[in-house]
């Protein structure tokens, strides 16, 4: 059985968090993810606190496991959430998109393990000197906000530049991704992707129909004249923002074309108008399961992998 010293921590039997994806990580999937043995995290988006609580509490009614909230520092509602989790005491936070320096004093007293996405090995020094209990270091390939850098190079510089546990992300779909992510000194991993196809997630059909048939080359990024580039898979919508982006369009028209875009996936399964957040891991998805399934499943494939790596040592 695998476990590190992320499960010690957090109490978890498995060292899997299940991403904090916008409107689609809700209480029912978290609570899912972790009476499978994982961390099932709820994400805030650009949702309200009330939303959030609402979120947090449903989780609480299903599962007894530890759940995290997934707080998009870019969120008008950034601090109502904020308080929001020191208020419900959740065990983990992650945050994204931002620094979260302001908030973490409190987190932290409240004794809330504060675990932030890092895609940079400054900002991973400073959330080590701010007492963040662990950090997730997450590659260009993963869906939604990315950052520069992969997971192959990422990983590793975010292990050499901190004591922390690191938990890596982006383009970890199944044991072979576990298996690597432990080698690049991980002890842990990140999945959102992959839980696109759990029975508990509640996207509309034909979100999970495009992640189950999804290829190799399905995903692009956009945004990256903004600012803040975005992973997601090449519809109609996606090509569309990408000449709009390039084409002359003032910013303030270019944010506005994508608001409520992630909604319109998740909620309606808009092909036209609606952006299907995905990684490069999508291609690699391809059978609906329940999330206990997935959780136990890549640690199934992942522990005779790690059991094997000493064939290439003679």
Not at 107 to 123: D, E, H, K, Y
Request: with cysteine; net charge neutral; glycine share 12%.
């Amino acid at each position: 059985m695998i476990r590190s010293a992320i499960c010690e921590m957090l109490g978890i039997r498995y060292p899997v968090f299940q991403g904090g994806m916008a409107w689609i990580a809700d209480g029912k999937l978290a609570a899912a993810v972790s009476n499978g043995g994982g961390l099932g995290i709820i994400a805030a988006g650009n949702a309200p606190g009330a939303y959030v609580r609402e979120q947090i509490r449903i989780a609480r009614s299903i599962t007894r496991e530890p759940i995290g909230v997934n707080i998009m520092l870019l969120s008008p509602f950034a601090d109502e959430v904020a308080a929001v989790v020191t208020e419900e005491r959740v065990e983990v936070v992650t945050t994204g998109a931002g620094n979260p320096a302001k908030y973490m004093k409190d987190w932290i007293a409240a004794g809330i393990r504060v675990i932030p996405v890092v895609a940079s090995v400054a900002l991973a020094k400073k959330m080590t000197r701010l007492g963040a209990s662990a950090l997730i270091a997450e590659g260009g390939e993963s869906g939604g906000h990315v950052g520069e850098l992969t997971t192959m190079v990422l990983v590793p510089q975010i292990c050499d530049a901190t004591s922390l546990p690191v938990i890596a992300a982006g383009g970890i779909a199944d044991g072979r991704g576990v298996a690597a992510a432990f080698m690049l000194g991980a002890c842990g991993v990140q999945l959102g992707t992959r839980f696109l196809s759990a029975v508990e997630c509640t996207i509309h059909p034909v979100y999970k129909e495009k992640i189950l048939k999804a290829t190799d080359l399905c995903t692009m990024v956009t945004g990256k004249r903004l600012g803040h580039p975005v992973r997601s898979l090449r519809t109609p919508f996606a090509r569309d923002y990408a000449k709009a982006e390039y084409g002359g369009m003032e910013d303030e028209e270019l944010e506005s074309l994508a608001t409520g875009a992630l909604q319109r996936a998740v909620q309606e399964g808009d092909n036209e108008k609606g952006c299907f957040l995905a990684g490069q891991a999508a291609a690699m998805v391809k059978k609906e399961q329940h999330a206990a399934e997935i959780v136990k499943e890549l640690m199934d494939e992942a522990e005779p992998i790690l059991k094997g790596a000493s064939q290439w040592v003679k």
